[in-house]
T-cell receptor, first 114, second 111 residues
């Protein structure tokens, strides 16, 4: 499925609940990213990681957390501190950071607060 | 902060006509400009990109032009087909970790 897999495709969260979105890639890419997509808006960067055990905040990191324990995996946790989490979440990877390569995106997770 | 403005937000063309989407970036250090196509409910996919040392790049029916002086770049789709209907995103990168995306253009190609 394009080398980068996100799961689940749809996720429902109750108020005050933490949820984790999975992102796995088999492309041997060093860099991985999480973006949030809202209707009528561009993609906004939540977190990114260039190597294992290292990650950096993007523009809208508040209420989110990540880990990068393996090169292949970059899960995103949406915590209860994120007050408006309903959105489409996209994970992406690229060959090497700092060299201007295009992204490969996952198929996305649509998160809805119920 | 850095931003990328994209116009128009919606574009409707007749099948066979050309479509042009324009983007302007603010960071003069930007040197890589990818374009992504996102069909309804699917992932964005890279369709073409251009680097700052090139003024124009073409791939079959799509082409991208870059004007570094004016800090704008454009996507041109010729002989549009219904399957070209999608949301198109431009982006600008300095080659670092940050890629700034435009807000997207929803293209409708009417048969």
């Amino acid at each position: 499925d394009g080398g980068i897999t996100q799961s689940p495709k749809y996720l429902f969260r109750k108020e005050g609940q933490n949820v984790t979105l999975s992102c796995e890639q088999n492309l041997n890419h060093d860099a991985m990213y999480w973006y949030r997509q809202d209707p009528g808006q561009g993609l906004r960067l939540i977190y990114y990681s260039q190597i294992v055990n290292d990650f950096q905040k993007g523009d809208i990191a508040e209420g989110y957390s990540v880990s990068r324990e393996k090169k292949e995996s970059f899960p995103l946790t949406v915590t209860s501190a994120q007050k408006n989490p309903t959105a489409f979440y996209l994970c992406a990877s690229s060959i090497a950071p700092g060299q201007g390569y295009g992204y490969t995106f996952g198929s996305g997770t649509r998160l809805t607060v119920v | 902060g850095e931003n990328v403005e994209q116009h128009p937000s919606t574009l409707s063309v007749q099948e066979g006509d050309s479509a042009v989407i324009k983007c302007t970036y603010s960071d003069s250090a930007s040197n890589y400009f990818p374009w992504y196509k996102q069909e309804l409910g699917k992932r964005p996919q890279l369709i073409i990109d251009i680097r700052s040392n090139v003024g124009e790049k073409k791939d079959q029916r799509i082409a991208v032009t870059l004007n570094k002086t004016a800090k704008h770049f454009s996507l041109h789709i010729t002989e549009t087909q219904p399957e070209d209907s999608a949301v198109y995103f431009c982006a600008a990168s300095t080659g670092g970790f940050k890629t700034i995306f435009g807000a997207g253009t929803r293209l409708f190609v009417k048969a």
